[in-house]
């Protein structure tokens, strides 16, 4: 799935991750021609050098990459049972097979194709990102949607024509992984 800019695609793929001389497991969860995300423990500082081990599907061999640190996630103690840190990685001189990892993981991860959604749908929305507003506005209702993912719960509210509406526009908010507890009109 494309995600943030259409250079960035959005992925799942576990590596090990060196910085000085200790390792640490992690997931890359985003690549793109000039970096990844890598969700992990791992406490490297930004600028520090470091090494991520791939094994990528439909090679034979691993992969190395050469990387720096340039952003970093940081999670309090308190909310590692529902929320990841990581790092933010440059890569530094990446070998032409990772471009064509990330080729084929571009058009293996396409993005859901999902009708544009309508302005109340879409709050927080910069103008300029915003589906223009739909003739039937009016005959919207607002929902308050509950939505849990393992141990978390979060409540959205959404505006829809119906409750199975309603329901698709909270998940597709949430994103992946959510499930959709209640929906009870305003």
């Known amino acids: 799935m494309l995600h943030v800019t259409s250079d960035r695609v959005k992925i799942r793929?576990?590596?090990q991750m060196?910085?000085?001389d200790r390792r640490h497991s992690g997931v890359v969860l985003n690549v793109s021609p000039g970096g990844l995300f890598v969700q992990t423990n791992a406490k490297p500082g930004a600028g520090d050098p470091v090494e991520v081990a791939l094994n990528v599907p439909g090679q034979n061999e691993g992969m190395s990459l050469d990387a720096s640190v340039v952003?970093?996630?940081?999670?309090p103690a308190r909310l590692t049972t529902v929320a990841h840190g990581g790092v933010g990685l440059r890569l530094l001189f990446?070998?032409?097979?990772?471009?064509?990892?990330?080729?084929?993981?571009?058009?293996t991860h396409r993005p859901e194709v999902a009708p544009p959604r309508p302005v109340a749908a879409q709050v927080g929305a910069p103008a300029s990102h915003?589906?223009?507003a739909v003739a039937s506005e009016e005959s919207k209702t607002r929902y308050r949607v509950r939505i849990s993912q393992g141990p978390r719960t979060r409540t959205l509210r959404v505006e829809a024509l119906t409750t199975d509406d309603a329901r698709r526009d909270a998940l597709a908010k949430a994103g992946s992984g959510w499930k959709v507890v209640d929906v009870q009109p305003v």
């Open 18 to 20: 060196t910085v000085g």
């Open 130 to 132: 915003r589906a223009p």
């Open 94 to 107: 990446p070998p032409e097979r990772y471009y064509q990892f990330l080729a084929d993981a571009a058009t």
């Open 71 to 75: 952003w970093k996630r940081v999670v």
């Open 13 to 15: 793929l576990a590596c």
